[in-house]
């Protein structure tokens, strides 16, 4: 079966620690990956694309790493900051023609 | 531009009567999806709409929902006789392709009672 997997673990770390999460997926071969961020209460928020041929994307303090003979992407926060603390989706291109979501891993960066 | 705007943003429902949830995409976006969301859950994919056309409603219940995006106004989600398990938040969402970073609307939070 199709499957997108987060840690469902939450992820604690220190304030100016990088953080790194995982997205891994099986049965798919997505053309593109997305990662979002949602906070308690709130909308997802568009963070970042890559697609199928890029290794690596950067933008400012974020770094997403796409590995489709893995099938995994990495997802960094460098220095990050207590603002940074919330829940963060992958989210794949599946062939549905619209994205699926993985569950999300809850980041907590601690002062 | 004032973004994916959702309404109402809190909807109370008694179990049997009508839940009509309204999105209005961004200017300039012409594809719109609809996503649920149970409390510590992730996003279940709903339907996919562009302008009077489901594109995709393999996500979305055979009997009591229906989605709709007409010419002129908003992408309407209704869920008719409600029951207590259809209490979620609604999430709508746009974009200019099917390939761009999507923007979320803050959701509809339906409650049956």
């Known amino acids: 079966s199709q499957k997108i997997e987060q840690n469902s673990e939450a992820l604690n770390i220190q304030e100016g620690k990088t953080a790194t999460l995982t997205c891994n997926y099986t049965n798919y071969s997505p053309a593109y990956l997305q990662w979002y961020r949602q906070d308690p209460g709130r909308g997802p928020v568009f963070l970042l694309l890559?697609?199928?041929?890029?290794k690596e994307k950067r933008k400012e303090r974020l770094k997403v790493t796409f590995d489709t003979t893995l099938k995994q992407s990495l997802f960094h926060i460098t220095a990050s900051q207590p603002a940074d603390s919330a829940t963060y989706l992958c989210?794949?291109?599946?062939?549905?023609?619209?994205?699926?979501f993985g569950s999300g891993t809850r980041l907590q960066v601690q002062p | 531009n004032a973004g994916v705007m959702q309404n109402p943003r809190h909807l109370v429902r008694r179990r049997g009567q009508e839940a009509r949830l309204r999105c209005s995409p961004m200017?300039?976006?012409?594809?719109v999806y609809w996503y649920r969301q149970l409390p510590e859950e992730g996003l279940k994919f709903m339907v996919y709409l562009q302008k009077e056309n489901i594109i995709d409603e393999s996500g979305m219940p055979k009997e009591r929902f229906s989605a709709e995006f007409p010419k002129e106004g908003p992408s309407i989600l209704r869920i008719q006789q409600v029951v207590r398990g259809d209490s979620a938040a609604y999430f709508c969402?746009?974009?200019?392709?099917?390939?761009?970073?999507?923007?979320f609307g803050s959701g509809t939070r339906l409650t049956v009672v």
């Open positions: 890559i697609r199928e041929n890029e």
């Open positions: 200017k300039g976006h012409s594809h």
């Open positions: 989210a794949l291109d599946t062939g549905r023609r619209a994205l699926t």
């Open positions: 969402a746009s974009s200019p392709e099917r390939s761009s970073g999507y923007t």
